[in-house]
């Protein structure tokens, strides 16, 4: 009996399906439970100069009115890598809805009228708004950073041919589904508890006890689960809880905060924009020889996680290619958005599309077909010289050449590619596309401290086990694979195991559910638990089996648990049921629980050199994309997908491809129609699915075809497994390759520049440009 690798329900899947699965705004009321909102900063820059409540005060059912002053801990500012976003505005505001008064009411209605009547008066001040406003006025956050290999001055002095450009990307709206959301509840002695819709409980637990001055462990934080996270709500669930513990501590009442939409996505961070000047030197073939890259990002007004995205942007600077001669740099833009954040792939595909751009423009130039640059450039395996990333990791044990090949026949690549040009040769209001790109996405946190996990495994009388671990469950699956793993571990069947609430009450110090490592870490963590309770079971279990008439000596390594049950293998008809086995064991004083450790060896990154070994493994994969284009209106249709993956073996392949398939369809939202809009004075004007469109039914590809290729090379991680949440979102940038491809098809000539996303008006524009270009050529 073994479930590794069956396609297992989701085990929220019949709560989602009735509507019994239960979030923070579907908990029944507490008895005197009070509703929280609070007023935000009406400007994107300046100074507070006075709060006008009164009015608000004195309406029925308003509680309490709290600013800054009402927070009862002696800190003032909070963020994850530096302190530097205080929880309420004191004196500046940084940008447009940053949290001024909290507000508490008997129910929403009493809230919301409560708002409209304080009135906030401010001095305003000159906004940055735009990157390259940011980098004249010096406005950054965090140091400047840099990765190098070899000598790229020399490198691009003996290049024949040369490419340089400026990308632009736009950022992305996670647009969960639940939007932020904490009930606190106030307990005995100063201790509170919190219900928060968060993927990382230690942080909330820990920015909450700052702020009510209160120790660590008189803070709870609980997650059952959440409507969706893509990111935003790694750090950024931190507000909403504070403003509920800051109520509840002060009325001795629970309060709970929801986010409206419209209210979430114009005060939360976002994907980070970036601004990226690029160089690349290359031979005859398309060879690569030397970069030099210049990356800026759009942080808002607070650091929050922006460093470390940047990071990522800049590990990920190589994709799937070999650089013989790099130089990259970072710096994060202070600009008075909301603090940009988290969101999956974490600064990743930002940094992957600049060389995609690069690699695209290079075929372009060479008039050469653009799959056979980018296998040309491709990271080899197995003592090959050209396996080396530019901070010196080798990329071990992949199949990236392997994954080239074999897409390149199952996509029927060459000879669409024949049937686009025909195709283009005769249309007279369309224009097709196509385009391949590659992904090698590293696995593990780039801080080296959280790579851990824990997890706590209790096994009752019956032949039940409980697993409770530090991951979050957004609807990724986590859960299901973690029950899965343990349950394969005492030979069981799934339902006889459950995951727990998460909660810092019995899982502390854990990471974030973040960075695609939450199977990783919290699944081997409970492997290591299970293992502790097995140890102890076979001695046991050695003792009760051993037969001297059969010649059996007790032998722990000779007892198996599987299929339900538990024998000695050398005489496996003398069986128990694991239930009643548990129960005699237990009898026998037997320790049914343990507490397991993990900790993911090997991996470390100095950001001050730009060297190191920052990811335990690699996942990787390609995908084909082709488009058709409307000349007159720039509207485009995605034809088809081809997509192949090295996701290794998989836990649960219905999760995984729905991974795949759910990451892809996200990325290729970011790069064609979900575009943020701001105006002139830095308020977002695209608030709602009206305004902001994110992929539908109908932006689905007519033909699309996922599948995985084996790779026995990878023997590492939990049952040799690869995480699979970011690494597919990356694939939907040949989408934006494909649009690429079809409006260079046009005219030909000049490589394309193409910011992202490729929307109708960008596409349209984009042909206008490069028609008008070679009339006047």
């Known amino acids: 009996m073994t479930s590794i690798g069956k396609s297992l329900p989701h085990d929220s899947a019949t709560g989602h399906v009735t509507g019994t699965a239960a979030y923070i705004d579907d908990l029944t009321p507490l008895a005197d439970e009070l509703f929280v909102d609070f007023v935000g900063s009406p400007i994107a820059s300046g100074r507070l100069i006075a709060i006008d409540a009164k009015k608000a005060l004195a309406m029925d059912g308003v509680v309490a009115i709290l600013t800054h002053r009402d927070l009862p801990g002696h800190k003032r500012l909070f963020g994850p890598i530096f302190h530097d976003e205080p929880f309420l505005v004191e004196d500046e505001v940084a940008y ?203 942080g808002g007004a607070f650091a929050d996680l922006s460093t470390s995205v940047m990071e990522r942007s800049m590990l990920h600077m190589d994709n799937a290619y070999f650089l013989p001669a790099a130089r990259i740099v970072g710096q994060v833009c202070k600009m008075n958005y909301p603090p940009n954040t988290a969101f999956r792939g974490f600064g990743g595909p930002q940094g992957v599309a600049v060389i995609e751009a690069i690699m695209q423009q290079i075929s372009q130039y060479l008039s050469k077909d653009a799959w056979d640059v980018r296998r040309l450039n491709a990271y080899r395996d197995g003592g090959h010289d050209r396996n080396t990333t530019p901070y010196g990791q080798i990329v071990r044990d992949h199949v990236i050449v392997e994954t080239l090949d074999q897409l390149e026949q199952s996509s029927d690549y060459r000879d669409r590619v024949k049937q686009i040009e025909l195709f283009n040769s005769s ?47 957004m609807g990724q699956g986590l859960n299901t694979k973690i029950r899965q793993v343990v349950a394969d571990q005492f030979g069981i069947e799934t339902e006889h195991v459950i995951l727990m609430t998460t909660s810092t009450e019995k899982n502390n110090n854990t990471s974030p559910t973040a960075a695609s490592a939450g199977t990783d870490l919290n699944g081997q963590a409970a492997i290591v638990a299970c293992e502790q309770i097995l140890a102890a079971m076979s001695c046991f279990a050695a003792e009760r089996f051993a037969s001297r008439d059969k010649g059996i000596s007790p032998s722990p390594e000779h007892i198996r648990f599987r299929n339900g049950f538990v024998f000695d293998d050398r005489n496996p008809e003398n069986r128990i ?36 070994t920052p990811f335990f493994y690699y996942t990787t994969g390609a995908a084909v994309s082709e488009v058709t284009i409307d000349r007159f209106t720039g509207e485009m249709t995605l034809d088809r997908v081809d997509v192949l993956m090295d996701v290794g073996k998989m836990i649960n392949p219905g999760i995984d491809f729905g991974q795949i398939i759910g990451g892809f369809v996200q990325g290729m939202g970011w790069c064609t129609n979900e575009e943020l809009v701001y105006d ?58 494909a649009a690429q491809d079809a409006i260079w098809r046009l005219t030909q000539g000049e490589p394309v520049n193409m910011s992202l996303p490729a929307t109708a008006e960008a596409n349209l524009m984009c042909m206008m440009d490069r028609v008008a270009e070679n009339v006047a050529r």
């Open 96 to 298: 447009i809805g940053q949290p001024i008064v909290v507000v508490a009411a008997i129910n929403r209605k009493v809230v919301q009228a409560a708002i409209k009547a304080i009135e906030i008066e401010c001095e305003a001040f000159e906004p940055i708004l735009q990157i390259d406003h940011a980098i004249a006025k010096s406005s950054f956050l965090g140091p400047r950073r840099k990765i190098e290999r070899g000598d790229t001055d020399a490198a691009f002095d003996s290049a024949p041919h040369r490419i340089e450009g400026v990308l632009k990307t736009n950022g992305q709206e996670q647009f969960y589904f639940e939007s932020q959301a904490c009930l606190a509840i106030p307990g005995e002695s100063g201790s509170m508890r919190v219900i928060s819709s968060t993927q990382n409980p230690t942080e909330t637990q820990a920015v909450v006890a700052e702020a009510l001055g209160v120790g660590l462990h008189q803070v709870v934080c609980e997650c059952k689960r959440m409507g969706g996270g893509f990111g935003g709500k790694e750090t950024q669930s931190a507000l909403p809880a504070v403003m509920a513990a800051m109520v509840a501590a002060k009325t001795g009442r629970s309060a709970r905060v929801i986010y409206g939409k419209d209210q979430d996505m114009i005060v939360t961070g976002k994907r980070h924009a970036y601004q990226v000047a690029y160089k690349a030197g290359f031979d005859d073939e398309g060879r690569i020889l030397a970069i030099d890259i210049a990356l800026h990002s759009n």
């Open 577 to 612: 049921a694991f239930g009643p086995f548990c129960d005699m064991a237990r009898r026998e004083r037997v320790d049914l629980g343990a507490r397991g450790f993990y900790a993911t060896p090997g991996v470390d990154f100095n950001r001050e050199t730009g060297q190191g």
């Open 427 to 473: 249309a007279r209001i369309h224009v097709k596309g196509i385009a391949m790109s590659p992904i090698k996405f590293g696995i593990s946190f780039t801080s080296k401290f959280l790579n851990q996990g824990n997890a706590l495994v209790n096994v009752y009388t019956d032949g039940t086990v409980q697993v409770s671990t530090g991951g979050t469950e």
């Open 680 to 737: 002139d004075a830095g308020r977002l004007l695209s608030t709602s699915p009206t305004t902001y469109k994110i992929p539908n039914i109908t932006d689905i590809p007519t033909v699309f075809k996922v599948n995985t290729i084996d790779n026995p090379k990878h023997v590492v991680n939990v049952n040799r497994s690869k995480a699979v949440g970011e690494p597919p979102v990356m694939l939907g940038i040949s989408v934006w390759l």
